[in-house]
């Protein structure tokens, strides 16, 4: 079976027979996620809580980072595997791949690509006017009409909408500021809030995967992973299961 048509499937199907395992959750689960980023909500959506509130979850900073002490430590990886329906499977994922192999699906997870507009609770206090949008370059690229039609100017921060969204916290942008971000981040920083809660117009989602995976002897293709995947995908289909669509509040 075609992978893409595999992943389309996908998104209406996730394993909540294991969602209950206990031995998954007696294991340590690793992911490359920042505070506050979709793949930090994602994974909130499985567990049913805050993963920062969970002392056997570590968020690396990279998903080599994360499949490397998953591997090591024999405990599980929580991957953004890809985006549908315009699929492309996930680069920093599928690169950390070709030294790693994936030897178990445990759950799989579809989340809604969706961007919110936060300001900082003293400009929304005070009335002052927005007049500049802070996110990360593409996030800005993506909604880059939204912004225009408001007549707002854009401040890129290559690091990402996270950290866009901890400076505006923080005070370096000023109170005419706003962020384009997950909405998970008005949970980390308090004084941010939710003006807009989602203003994408797309219909994106992400596929995130709880997953087992092992070193492999030997370094293999970008090629070869996607069609690993998408062998593992075809065996693990016809599991019964419920999608979980958004992230918990």
């Not at 394993?15 to 959750?25: A, E, G, L, P, R």
């Not at 490359?32 to 980023?37: L, R, Y």
């Not at 090591?72 to 985006?83: H, I, P, R, Y």
């Amino acid at each position: 079976m075609h992978f893409k048509v595999i992943l389309s499937l996908l998104i209406i199907i996730c394993f909540s027979s294991f969602t209950k395992s206990s031995s998954i959750h007696s294991k340590y689960i690793f992911i490359s996620s920042s505070a506050g980023d979709r793949s930090h909500s994602a994974l909130n959506t499985f567990l049913n809580k805050n993963a920062l509130e969970d002392e056997k979850v570590f968020f690396c900073r990279s998903s080599e980072d994360a499949i490397k002490k998953a591997a090591m430590k024999e405990g599980l990886v929580f991957l953004k595997l890809a985006s549908v329906p315009n699929f492309y499977l996930h680069n920093d994922t599928s690169k950390a791949l070709q030294t790693y192999k994936i030897s178990k699906i445990h759950v799989v997870v579809k989340q809604k690509i969706k961007y919110s507009l936060l300001r900082h609770e003293k400009a929304l206090e005070n009335k002052i006017k927005l007049e500049f949008i802070a996110s990360a370059p593409h996030t800005l690229k993506v909604h880059e009409t939204w912004f225009k039609s408001q007549n707002l100017s854009a401040i890129e921060v290559p690091s990402g909408s996270v950290e866009a969204a901890r400076l505006l916290s923080e005070g370096t942008f000023g109170l005419n500021t706003g962020v384009i971000t997950n909405f998970q981040a008005s949970n980390i920083y308090p004084n941010l809030k939710v003006v807009k809660a989602d203003i994408s117009s797309n219909k994106t989602y992400d596929i995130f995967a709880l997953v087992e995976v092992r070193k492999r002897k030997a370094k293999t293709t970008l090629l070869e992973v996607k069609e690993e995947v998408s062998h593992l995908f075809s065996k693990t289909i016809s599991s019964n299961g419920e999608v979980n669509d958004e992230p918990v509040l």
